[in-house]
Protein backbone atom coordinates (compact mmCIF):
# COMPACT_ATOMS: atom_id res chain seq x y z
CA UNK A 1 0.00 0.00 0.00
CA UNK A 2 3.09 2.16 0.49
CA UNK A 3 5.58 3.00 -2.33
CA UNK A 4 3.07 5.52 -3.87
CA UNK A 5 5.21 7.00 -6.97
CA UNK A 6 4.56 9.77 -9.10
CA UNK A 7 4.39 8.46 -12.66
CA UNK A 8 3.41 11.09 -15.29
CA UNK A 9 1.95 14.54 -15.08
CA UNK A 10 -0.06 15.99 -18.64
CA UNK A 11 -2.32 18.90 -18.95
CA UNK A 12 -5.52 17.34 -19.62
CA UNK A 13 -8.31 18.94 -21.51
CA UNK A 14 -11.93 17.48 -20.69
CA UNK A 15 -15.42 18.80 -21.66
CA UNK A 16 -15.51 20.04 -17.91
CA UNK A 17 -12.53 22.17 -18.85
CA UNK A 18 -8.66 21.64 -18.65
CA UNK A 19 -7.19 19.72 -15.55
CA UNK A 20 -3.73 19.47 -14.26
CA UNK A 21 -3.51 15.48 -14.29
CA UNK A 22 -1.17 13.64 -12.17
CA UNK A 23 -0.58 10.09 -12.01
CA UNK A 24 0.18 8.07 -9.20
CA UNK A 25 1.69 4.04 -9.01
CA UNK A 26 0.47 2.79 -5.95
CA UNK A 27 2.10 -0.23 -3.94
CA UNK A 28 -0.53 -2.64 -4.88
CA UNK A 29 0.13 -1.84 -8.83
CA UNK A 30 -2.96 0.42 -9.18
CA UNK A 31 -2.99 3.60 -10.74
CA UNK A 32 -4.44 6.50 -9.36
CA UNK A 33 -5.19 10.07 -10.76
CA UNK A 34 -5.51 13.15 -9.52
CA UNK A 35 -7.41 15.50 -11.60
CA UNK A 36 -6.18 19.09 -10.16
CA UNK A 37 -7.75 22.11 -11.13
CA UNK A 38 -6.14 25.67 -9.89
CA UNK A 39 -3.53 26.37 -6.66
CA UNK A 40 -3.73 24.20 -4.24
CA UNK A 41 -0.30 25.23 -2.73
CA UNK A 42 -1.65 26.31 0.28
CA UNK A 43 -3.42 22.95 0.88
CA UNK A 44 -6.10 24.19 2.74
CA UNK A 45 -10.40 23.81 2.44
CA UNK A 46 -9.56 22.05 -1.09
CA UNK A 47 -13.00 20.87 -2.82
CA UNK A 48 -11.88 17.29 -3.07
CA UNK A 49 -14.12 14.44 -4.70
CA UNK A 50 -12.33 10.61 -4.47
CA UNK A 51 -13.88 8.69 -6.97
CA UNK A 52 -14.50 4.98 -7.49
CA UNK A 53 -13.78 3.57 -10.95
CA UNK A 54 -16.85 2.22 -12.78
CA UNK A 55 -16.09 1.54 -16.54
CA UNK A 56 -19.83 0.74 -16.86
CA UNK A 57 -20.72 3.96 -15.65
CA UNK A 58 -18.05 6.18 -16.16
CA UNK A 59 -17.13 5.42 -19.81
CA UNK A 60 -20.54 3.53 -21.18
CA UNK A 61 -22.74 5.59 -19.47
CA UNK A 62 -24.86 2.58 -17.60
CA UNK A 63 -27.44 3.56 -15.64
CA UNK A 64 -27.45 0.80 -13.47
CA UNK A 65 -25.08 3.08 -11.27
CA UNK A 66 -25.26 6.72 -10.48
CA UNK A 67 -21.42 6.39 -11.55
CA UNK A 68 -21.36 8.34 -14.92
CA UNK A 69 -23.35 11.26 -13.76
CA UNK A 70 -21.62 11.69 -10.34
CA UNK A 71 -18.16 11.89 -12.17
CA UNK A 72 -19.76 14.32 -14.67
CA UNK A 73 -20.98 16.66 -11.50
CA UNK A 74 -17.68 16.20 -10.00
CA UNK A 75 -15.86 17.48 -12.96
CA UNK A 76 -18.03 20.27 -13.32
CA UNK A 77 -18.39 21.09 -9.85
CA UNK A 78 -14.33 21.23 -9.44
CA UNK A 79 -14.22 23.38 -13.05
CA UNK A 80 -16.89 26.13 -11.34
CA UNK A 81 -14.68 26.08 -8.11
CA UNK A 82 -11.97 26.47 -9.86
CA UNK A 83 -9.44 24.99 -7.37
CA UNK A 84 -10.08 21.55 -6.06
CA UNK A 85 -9.08 17.80 -7.14
CA UNK A 86 -10.75 14.78 -8.04
CA UNK A 87 -8.89 11.52 -7.00
CA UNK A 88 -9.72 8.86 -9.60
CA UNK A 89 -9.21 5.68 -7.78
CA UNK A 90 -8.66 2.62 -10.40
CA UNK A 91 -8.90 -0.12 -7.64
CA UNK A 92 -12.52 1.00 -6.60
CA UNK A 93 -14.30 -0.80 -9.90
CA UNK A 94 -17.09 -2.35 -8.59
CA UNK A 95 -16.71 -1.39 -4.65
CA UNK A 96 -13.24 -3.24 -4.60
CA UNK A 97 -13.87 -6.09 -6.63
CA UNK A 98 -13.29 -6.01 -10.22
CA UNK A 99 -14.94 -5.74 -13.32
CA UNK A 100 -16.11 -9.29 -14.14
CA UNK A 101 -17.33 -9.85 -10.20
CA UNK A 102 -19.23 -7.00 -10.87
CA UNK A 103 -20.91 -8.02 -14.08
CA UNK A 104 -21.33 -11.45 -12.04
CA UNK A 105 -22.77 -9.55 -9.30
CA UNK A 106 -25.27 -7.96 -11.68
CA UNK A 107 -26.51 -11.22 -12.79
CA UNK A 108 -27.17 -12.29 -8.98
CA UNK A 109 -28.93 -8.64 -8.94
CA UNK A 110 -31.19 -10.20 -11.70
CA UNK A 111 -32.28 -12.95 -9.87
CA UNK A 112 -33.37 -10.20 -7.14
CA UNK A 113 -30.56 -9.99 -4.84
CA UNK A 114 -29.49 -6.38 -3.65
CA UNK A 115 -26.27 -4.80 -4.47
CA UNK A 116 -24.93 -6.04 -1.25
CA UNK A 117 -26.44 -9.26 -0.91
CA UNK A 118 -25.22 -10.13 -4.84
CA UNK A 119 -21.38 -9.52 -3.78
CA UNK A 120 -22.34 -11.53 -0.63
CA UNK A 121 -23.65 -14.74 -2.77
CA UNK A 122 -20.55 -14.30 -4.69
CA UNK A 123 -18.29 -14.63 -1.48
CA UNK A 124 -17.06 -10.88 -1.68
CA UNK A 125 -17.30 -7.95 0.52
CA UNK A 126 -20.56 -5.74 0.12
CA UNK A 127 -17.48 -2.84 -0.01
CA UNK A 128 -14.11 -3.53 -0.30
CA UNK A 129 -12.63 -0.15 -0.42
CA UNK A 130 -9.78 1.03 0.80
CA UNK A 131 -8.85 4.66 1.21
CA UNK A 132 -5.57 4.73 2.55
CA UNK A 133 -3.85 5.20 -1.07
CA UNK A 134 -6.43 8.49 -1.80
CA UNK A 135 -5.28 9.68 1.29
CA UNK A 136 -1.46 9.56 0.56
CA UNK A 137 -2.14 11.20 -3.16
CA UNK A 138 -3.56 13.68 -1.85
CA UNK A 139 -0.66 14.74 0.47
CA UNK A 140 1.64 14.03 -2.14
CA UNK A 141 -0.27 16.65 -4.32
CA UNK A 142 -0.01 18.99 -1.05
CA UNK A 143 -3.32 18.36 -0.09
CA UNK A 144 -4.00 18.69 3.84
CA UNK A 145 -7.98 19.44 4.70
CA UNK A 146 -10.45 18.66 2.52
CA UNK A 147 -14.12 19.96 1.83
CA UNK A 148 -15.22 16.58 0.50
CA UNK A 149 -17.94 15.70 -1.78
CA UNK A 150 -19.45 12.57 -0.64
CA UNK A 151 -22.06 11.24 0.44
CA UNK A 152 -20.90 8.15 1.43
CA UNK A 153 -19.94 8.39 5.71
CA UNK A 154 -17.39 5.67 5.50
CA UNK A 155 -15.51 7.48 3.05
CA UNK A 156 -15.14 10.42 5.54
CA UNK A 157 -13.89 8.43 8.55
CA UNK A 158 -11.67 6.33 6.30
CA UNK A 159 -9.93 9.47 5.05
CA UNK A 160 -9.80 10.96 8.20
CA UNK A 161 -8.66 7.86 10.33
CA UNK A 162 -5.72 8.22 7.53
CA UNK A 163 -4.63 11.62 8.41
CA UNK A 164 -6.84 13.85 6.02
CA UNK A 165 -8.89 16.93 7.74
CA UNK A 166 -12.20 16.62 6.30
CA UNK A 167 -13.27 20.15 7.56
CA UNK A 168 -16.74 19.92 5.80
CA UNK A 169 -18.81 17.12 3.55
CA UNK A 170 -20.64 18.61 0.26
CA UNK A 171 -23.53 16.31 -0.35
CA UNK A 172 -23.43 15.42 -3.44
CA UNK A 173 -27.44 15.85 -5.46
CA UNK A 174 -29.40 12.95 -6.41
CA UNK A 175 -29.63 11.75 -9.63
CA UNK A 176 -32.05 8.93 -9.64
CA UNK A 177 -32.98 7.31 -12.50
CA UNK A 178 -35.51 4.43 -12.51
CA UNK A 179 -33.10 1.80 -13.45
CA UNK A 180 -30.96 2.37 -10.32
CA UNK A 181 -33.64 3.58 -7.86
CA UNK A 182 -33.32 0.24 -5.96
CA UNK A 183 -29.80 0.13 -5.96
CA UNK A 184 -29.59 3.72 -4.57
CA UNK A 185 -32.14 3.09 -1.92
CA UNK A 186 -30.31 0.19 -1.09
CA UNK A 187 -27.39 2.24 -0.56
CA UNK A 188 -29.22 4.44 1.60
CA UNK A 189 -30.54 1.88 3.51
CA UNK A 190 -27.36 -0.70 4.01
CA UNK A 191 -24.45 1.86 3.50
CA UNK A 192 -26.54 4.78 5.27
CA UNK A 193 -25.30 6.85 1.60
CA UNK A 194 -26.87 10.08 2.95
CA UNK A 195 -29.09 12.51 0.90
CA UNK A 196 -29.82 9.83 -2.21
CA UNK A 197 -33.92 9.56 -2.55
CA UNK A 198 -36.23 10.56 -0.28
CA UNK A 199 -35.95 14.08 0.46
CA UNK A 200 -39.19 16.05 -0.34
CA UNK A 201 -39.73 17.87 -3.72
CA UNK A 202 -37.94 21.40 -3.15
CA UNK A 203 -39.70 24.23 -2.62
CA UNK A 204 -39.89 27.61 -4.73
CA UNK A 205 -36.06 28.55 -4.32
CA UNK A 206 -34.45 25.32 -2.81
CA UNK A 207 -31.86 24.14 -5.42
CA UNK A 208 -31.12 20.36 -4.29
CA UNK A 209 -32.40 17.49 -5.18
CA UNK A 210 -35.78 16.57 -6.13
CA UNK A 211 -37.13 13.02 -4.94
CA UNK A 212 -38.64 11.87 -7.71
CA UNK A 213 -39.29 8.53 -6.31
CA UNK A 214 -42.38 9.16 -4.99
CA UNK A 215 -44.14 10.65 -7.80
CA UNK A 216 -43.17 7.74 -9.92
CA UNK A 217 -44.20 5.32 -7.50
CA UNK A 218 -43.65 1.62 -8.49
CA UNK A 219 -42.98 2.18 -12.11
CA UNK A 220 -44.22 -1.35 -12.89
CA UNK A 221 -45.82 -2.17 -16.11
CA UNK A 222 -47.22 -5.24 -17.88
CA UNK A 223 -44.73 -7.24 -19.53
CA UNK A 224 -44.06 -6.43 -23.45
CA UNK A 225 -43.99 -3.03 -22.81
CA UNK A 226 -42.36 -0.49 -20.87
CA UNK A 227 -43.94 1.59 -17.94
CA UNK A 228 -46.32 4.77 -19.27
CA UNK A 229 -46.16 7.88 -16.98
CA UNK A 230 -48.31 10.89 -18.28
CA UNK A 231 -47.40 14.11 -16.91
CA UNK A 232 -48.40 17.58 -17.58
CA UNK A 233 -49.34 21.42 -16.18
CA UNK A 234 -52.38 22.44 -16.02
CA UNK A 235 -54.39 25.16 -14.96
CA UNK A 236 -57.41 24.95 -12.07
CA UNK A 237 -60.03 24.17 -14.82
CA UNK A 238 -57.97 21.56 -16.71
CA UNK A 239 -56.37 23.64 -19.63
CA UNK A 240 -52.63 22.38 -20.84
CA UNK A 241 -52.63 25.01 -23.08
CA UNK A 242 -54.43 28.70 -24.27
CA UNK A 243 -55.89 28.92 -27.47
CA UNK A 244 -53.78 31.50 -28.42
CA UNK A 245 -50.05 30.35 -29.83
CA UNK A 246 -48.41 32.75 -27.71
CA UNK A 247 -49.61 30.91 -24.66
CA UNK A 248 -46.50 30.86 -22.88
CA UNK A 249 -46.13 27.53 -19.97
CA UNK A 250 -48.32 27.23 -17.65
CA UNK A 251 -45.85 25.35 -14.88
CA UNK A 252 -43.37 27.53 -12.25
CA UNK A 253 -39.74 27.38 -12.66
CA UNK A 254 -39.77 25.04 -9.59
CA UNK A 255 -42.43 22.75 -11.65
CA UNK A 256 -40.00 22.91 -14.24
CA UNK A 257 -37.34 21.60 -12.49
CA UNK A 258 -39.10 18.88 -11.42
CA UNK A 259 -40.09 17.87 -14.87
CA UNK A 260 -36.94 17.64 -15.94
CA UNK A 261 -35.86 15.30 -13.11
CA UNK A 262 -38.92 12.96 -13.91
CA UNK A 263 -37.06 13.30 -17.49
CA UNK A 264 -33.90 12.29 -15.90
CA UNK A 265 -35.54 8.98 -14.41
CA UNK A 266 -37.11 7.55 -17.05
CA UNK A 267 -35.54 5.80 -20.12
CA UNK A 268 -37.31 7.71 -22.80
CA UNK A 269 -39.52 11.12 -22.89
CA UNK A 270 -42.31 11.04 -25.58
CA UNK A 271 -44.57 13.31 -27.31
CA UNK A 272 -46.90 13.75 -30.69
CA UNK A 273 -45.55 16.01 -33.60
CA UNK A 274 -48.81 18.84 -32.23
CA UNK A 275 -46.59 19.55 -29.57
CA UNK A 276 -43.93 19.59 -31.97
CA UNK A 277 -44.60 22.01 -34.49
CA UNK A 278 -46.58 24.31 -31.51
CA UNK A 279 -44.16 24.18 -29.33
CA UNK A 280 -40.77 23.05 -30.70
CA UNK A 281 -39.31 21.45 -27.81
CA UNK A 282 -35.93 20.36 -26.81
CA UNK A 283 -37.48 17.38 -24.39
CA UNK A 284 -33.84 17.22 -22.99
CA UNK A 285 -32.56 17.81 -19.14
CA UNK A 286 -31.26 21.06 -18.12
CA UNK A 287 -32.85 22.89 -15.27
CA UNK A 288 -31.34 20.06 -12.82
CA UNK A 289 -28.23 17.98 -13.48
CA UNK A 290 -28.86 14.71 -15.12
CA UNK A 291 -29.00 12.73 -18.06
CA UNK A 292 -31.44 13.37 -21.17
CA UNK A 293 -33.53 10.62 -22.09
CA UNK A 294 -33.91 9.26 -25.15
CA UNK A 295 -36.85 11.08 -27.05
CA UNK A 296 -39.91 9.70 -29.17
CA UNK A 297 -42.28 11.46 -31.41
CA UNK A 298 -45.30 10.38 -32.82
CA UNK A 299 -45.62 11.81 -36.80
CA UNK A 300 -47.66 9.08 -38.82
CA UNK A 301 -47.26 11.39 -42.09
CA UNK A 302 -43.13 12.57 -41.25
CA UNK A 303 -44.56 16.48 -40.64
CA UNK A 304 -42.01 17.33 -38.06
CA UNK A 305 -39.49 19.61 -39.43
CA UNK A 306 -36.33 18.72 -40.42
CA UNK A 307 -35.26 21.83 -38.22
CA UNK A 308 -36.82 21.20 -34.86
CA UNK A 309 -35.13 21.37 -31.45
CA UNK A 310 -35.97 17.22 -30.89
CA UNK A 311 -33.78 16.84 -33.53
CA UNK A 312 -30.76 17.81 -31.98
CA UNK A 313 -27.64 15.74 -32.06
CA UNK A 314 -26.87 15.60 -28.62
CA UNK A 315 -29.61 13.01 -27.41
CA UNK A 316 -31.05 9.68 -28.90
CA UNK A 317 -34.41 10.44 -30.70
CA UNK A 318 -36.66 7.90 -32.44
CA UNK A 319 -39.68 8.66 -34.93
CA UNK A 320 -42.58 6.88 -34.84
CA UNK A 321 -44.18 6.54 -38.31
CA UNK A 322 -46.02 4.68 -40.54
CA UNK A 323 -44.94 2.86 -44.43
CA UNK A 324 -47.50 5.16 -45.81
CA UNK A 325 -45.05 8.22 -45.29
CA UNK A 326 -43.66 8.11 -47.86
CA UNK A 327 -41.09 11.45 -47.68
CA UNK A 328 -37.56 9.11 -48.86
CA UNK A 329 -35.61 13.08 -48.64
CA UNK A 330 -36.97 13.04 -45.15
CA UNK A 331 -36.21 10.01 -44.08
CA UNK A 332 -32.86 10.04 -45.33
CA UNK A 333 -32.35 13.38 -43.62
CA UNK A 334 -32.85 11.98 -40.26
CA UNK A 335 -30.69 8.64 -40.93
CA UNK A 336 -27.92 11.00 -41.75
CA UNK A 337 -28.38 12.75 -38.24
CA UNK A 338 -28.70 9.36 -36.50
CA UNK A 339 -32.57 9.93 -36.05
CA UNK A 340 -33.81 6.30 -35.92
CA UNK A 341 -37.11 6.03 -37.69
CA UNK A 342 -39.63 3.27 -36.91
CA UNK A 343 -42.61 2.52 -38.99
CA UNK A 344 -45.37 0.96 -36.84
CA UNK A 345 -49.08 0.48 -37.79
CA UNK A 346 -51.51 2.71 -37.70
CA UNK A 347 -54.22 3.15 -35.31
CA UNK A 348 -57.39 5.12 -34.73
CA UNK A 349 -55.67 8.58 -33.71
CA UNK A 350 -52.21 8.35 -35.88
CA UNK A 351 -50.38 5.62 -34.75
CA UNK A 352 -51.54 1.98 -32.65
CA UNK A 353 -50.34 3.01 -29.55
CA UNK A 354 -49.73 -0.84 -28.24
CA UNK A 355 -47.81 -1.15 -31.41
CA UNK A 356 -45.84 1.89 -30.41
CA UNK A 357 -44.75 0.56 -27.00
CA UNK A 358 -44.41 -2.69 -28.67
CA UNK A 359 -41.65 -1.12 -30.59
CA UNK A 360 -39.95 0.90 -27.89
CA UNK A 361 -39.86 -2.26 -25.72
CA UNK A 362 -37.84 -3.96 -28.29
CA UNK A 363 -35.46 -0.55 -28.60
CA UNK A 364 -34.65 -1.61 -24.84
CA UNK A 365 -37.00 0.99 -23.42
CA UNK A 366 -38.25 0.21 -20.53
CA UNK A 367 -40.02 3.42 -18.86
CA UNK A 368 -41.61 6.77 -21.05
CA UNK A 369 -42.75 9.89 -19.89
CA UNK A 370 -45.55 11.17 -22.47
CA UNK A 371 -45.56 14.79 -22.10
CA UNK A 372 -48.39 15.46 -24.62
CA UNK A 373 -50.32 16.86 -26.15
CA UNK A 374 -53.83 16.28 -25.34
CA UNK A 375 -54.36 13.76 -28.62
CA UNK A 376 -51.39 11.86 -27.13
CA UNK A 377 -52.45 11.98 -24.05
CA UNK A 378 -55.63 10.71 -24.56
CA UNK A 379 -55.02 7.78 -26.64
CA UNK A 380 -52.45 6.54 -24.15
CA UNK A 381 -55.33 6.67 -21.70
CA UNK A 382 -57.81 5.41 -24.37
CA UNK A 383 -55.29 2.46 -25.19
CA UNK A 384 -55.26 1.36 -21.67
CA UNK A 385 -51.46 2.33 -21.68
CA UNK A 386 -51.29 4.44 -19.09
CA UNK A 387 -50.02 3.11 -15.60
CA UNK A 388 -49.23 6.45 -13.72
CA UNK A 389 -51.15 10.14 -14.27
CA UNK A 390 -48.45 12.92 -12.36
CA UNK A 391 -50.06 16.02 -12.46
CA UNK A 392 -49.13 19.63 -11.89
CA UNK A 393 -52.10 22.31 -10.95
CA UNK A 394 -50.90 25.54 -11.00
CA UNK A 395 -53.18 27.92 -8.90
CA UNK A 396 -54.87 29.77 -12.48
CA UNK A 397 -57.88 29.82 -14.42
CA UNK A 398 -57.89 30.20 -17.90
CA UNK A 399 -61.31 30.54 -19.15
CA UNK A 400 -60.45 28.30 -22.29
CA UNK A 401 -58.48 26.70 -24.12
CA UNK A 402 -57.03 22.96 -24.56
CA UNK A 403 -58.32 20.01 -22.13
CA UNK A 404 -55.83 17.72 -20.88
CA UNK A 405 -58.06 14.61 -21.42
CA UNK A 406 -60.43 14.62 -24.60
CA UNK A 407 -63.55 12.09 -25.45
CA UNK A 408 -62.58 8.68 -23.37
CA UNK A 409 -66.26 7.18 -23.93
CA UNK A 410 -66.48 6.42 -20.37
CA UNK A 411 -69.79 6.89 -18.37
CA UNK A 412 -69.52 9.59 -15.64
CA UNK A 413 -68.86 9.00 -13.14
CA UNK A 414 -69.30 5.16 -12.70
CA UNK A 415 -67.07 4.48 -15.56
CA UNK A 416 -64.19 7.08 -15.11
CA UNK A 417 -60.80 5.82 -14.97
CA UNK A 418 -60.20 5.14 -11.36
CA UNK A 419 -57.01 6.51 -9.62
CA UNK A 420 -54.56 4.78 -6.84
CA UNK A 421 -52.02 5.21 -4.93
CA UNK A 422 -52.06 9.01 -4.40
CA UNK A 423 -49.61 11.61 -3.58
CA UNK A 424 -50.00 15.43 -3.07
CA UNK A 425 -47.10 17.82 -3.05
CA UNK A 426 -47.44 21.69 -2.72
CA UNK A 427 -44.35 23.42 -4.24
CA UNK A 428 -44.85 26.97 -3.85
CA UNK A 429 -48.46 27.37 -5.14
CA UNK A 430 -48.39 24.42 -7.60
CA UNK A 431 -50.38 21.20 -6.39
CA UNK A 432 -48.56 18.19 -8.04
CA UNK A 433 -50.91 14.75 -8.03
CA UNK A 434 -49.18 12.02 -8.72
CA UNK A 435 -51.29 8.29 -9.08
CA UNK A 436 -51.68 4.86 -10.24
CA UNK A 437 -54.01 4.80 -13.06
CA UNK A 438 -56.40 1.36 -12.07
CA UNK A 439 -56.24 -1.32 -14.29
CA UNK A 440 -59.38 -2.36 -15.96
CA UNK A 441 -59.00 -5.45 -14.09
CA UNK A 442 -58.52 -4.25 -10.85
CA UNK A 443 -62.64 -2.56 -10.99
CA UNK A 444 -64.83 -4.37 -9.20
CA UNK A 445 -67.30 -5.84 -11.49
CA UNK A 446 -70.40 -3.16 -11.08
CA UNK A 447 -67.91 -0.63 -12.18
CA UNK A 448 -68.43 0.97 -8.98
CA UNK A 449 -65.30 2.78 -6.68
CA UNK A 450 -65.60 1.74 -3.01
CA UNK A 451 -65.87 5.64 -2.68
CA UNK A 452 -69.00 5.77 -4.95
CA UNK A 453 -70.62 2.27 -3.46
CA UNK A 454 -69.87 4.93 -0.03
CA UNK A 455 -72.24 7.48 -1.75
CA UNK A 456 -74.63 5.12 -3.27
N1 LIG B 1 -49.28 21.86 -20.51
C1 LIG B 1 -48.67 20.76 -20.88
O1 LIG B 1 -48.21 19.99 -20.04
C2 LIG B 1 -48.51 20.47 -22.36
C3 LIG B 1 -47.64 19.45 -22.75
C4 LIG B 1 -47.53 19.18 -24.12
C5 LIG B 1 -48.25 19.90 -25.04
N2 LIG B 1 -49.07 20.88 -24.61
C6 LIG B 1 -49.85 21.63 -25.58
O2 LIG B 1 -50.65 20.74 -26.33
C7 LIG B 1 -50.84 21.29 -27.64
C8 LIG B 1 -50.60 20.21 -28.67
O3 LIG B 1 -51.55 19.22 -28.51
P1 LIG B 1 -51.86 18.20 -29.64
O4 LIG B 1 -52.92 17.31 -29.14
O5 LIG B 1 -52.03 18.88 -30.94
O6 LIG B 1 -50.44 17.47 -29.78
P2 LIG B 1 -49.85 16.06 -29.55
O7 LIG B 1 -50.76 15.19 -28.77
O8 LIG B 1 -48.47 16.27 -29.06
O9 LIG B 1 -49.74 15.52 -31.04
C9 LIG B 1 -50.87 15.01 -31.68
C10 LIG B 1 -50.46 14.46 -33.02
O10 LIG B 1 -49.62 13.33 -32.84
C11 LIG B 1 -49.82 12.43 -33.90
N3 LIG B 1 -50.13 11.11 -33.39
C12 LIG B 1 -49.58 9.97 -33.84
N4 LIG B 1 -50.10 8.93 -33.22
C13 LIG B 1 -51.00 9.39 -32.33
C14 LIG B 1 -51.87 8.78 -31.43
N5 LIG B 1 -51.92 7.44 -31.27
N6 LIG B 1 -52.66 9.55 -30.68
C15 LIG B 1 -52.64 10.87 -30.79
N7 LIG B 1 -51.82 11.53 -31.65
C16 LIG B 1 -51.01 10.79 -32.43
C17 LIG B 1 -51.01 12.94 -34.69
O11 LIG B 1 -50.52 13.58 -35.85
P3 LIG B 1 -50.36 12.69 -37.19
O12 LIG B 1 -51.73 12.16 -37.48
O13 LIG B 1 -49.82 13.62 -38.19
O14 LIG B 1 -49.43 11.58 -36.82
C18 LIG B 1 -51.64 13.96 -33.77
O15 LIG B 1 -52.30 15.00 -34.45
C19 LIG B 1 -49.88 22.43 -27.77
O16 LIG B 1 -50.62 23.63 -27.74
C20 LIG B 1 -48.99 22.33 -26.57
O17 LIG B 1 -48.60 23.60 -26.09
C21 LIG B 1 -49.22 21.19 -23.30
Do not use: W
Amino acid sequence: MDELREAARVQLPTIAGEFDVRAFTCGSGYIYLALIKGDLSDGRSVLTRVHSECLTGDALGSLRCDCGAQLDLGMRALAAEGRGVLIYATDHEGRGIGLLDKLRAYMEQEAGADTVDANLRLGLAPDGRRYDDAAAVLKAIGVRSVRLSTNNPRKVQELQAAGITVEQVVPVPALPHLRNQRYLRTKQDRFGHRNLIGDPPPAEHATQSIDVGSLLGSAKAPDGRPFVVLKYAQTLDGRITAATSDAGRIGSAAENRISHALRAACDAVLVGVGTVLSDDPQLTVRAIPGRSPARVILDSRLRSPLTAAVFSPDVPTYVMTTAHADHQHKRLALAARHIAVRDVRPGPAGLDIPAVLHQLCTEGIRSVIVEGGARVITSMLAAGAADRVIVSISPRILGRGIHAVGELHKEPIAGALRLDGHTVHLIGATIIVAADVARPSALPPDGKTPADARHT
